[in-house]
């Protein structure tokens, strides 16, 4: 059974720093591409920031680039989402997500996801 478990999100003022966590299981983790996405009230869900199986490659949404940072430790199965800087307007819920994929890339396209955590809720003060 696969399973993606989110944690870290919390209440923080603007210019704050968390940083979230997704544990994987019941798969082979370095098959997977994965990423983080969000979703604020009355808005679509929107890619934030994605990587490769192998944590080579990285890819940022627009609004945020310079201020998150994603990383994977495949050894202990682990999806990371530091992020700096934080604005008001990044107050959503945000989702770990995994698709196999063996290629050098990843992709900020929701519907590339197959596997989704529950996500974790990210508030963030002016």
């Known amino acids: 059974q696969v399973q993606l478990m989110e944690s870290g999100g919390g209440v923080v003022q603007a210019g704050d720093s968390l940083r979230l966590s997704c544990i994987f299981s019941?798969?082979?983790?370095?098959?997977?591409?994965a990423g983080w996405f969000r979703q604020a009230p009355g808005k679509e869900r929107e890619g934030v920031s994605c990587i490769n199986w192998s944590g080579t490659r990285t890819a940022y949404a627009d609004s945020v680039k310079g201020r998150f940072s994603i990383s994977r430790d495949n050894d202990a199965s682990t999806l990371y989402l530091q992020m700096n800087s934080l604005e008001p307007e990044d107050t959503a819920m945000y989702y770990c997500?995994?698709?196999?994929?063996?290629?050098?890339?990843?992709?900020?396209?929701?519907?590339?996801?197959?596997?989704w955590g529950q996500g974790t809720q990210v508030t963030v003060s002016s």
């Open positions: 019941g798969f082979t983790f370095d098959d997977y591409a």
């Open positions: 997500a995994a698709t196999e994929s063996n290629g050098l890339d990843c992709d900020l396209g929701v519907y590339e996801y197959t596997y």
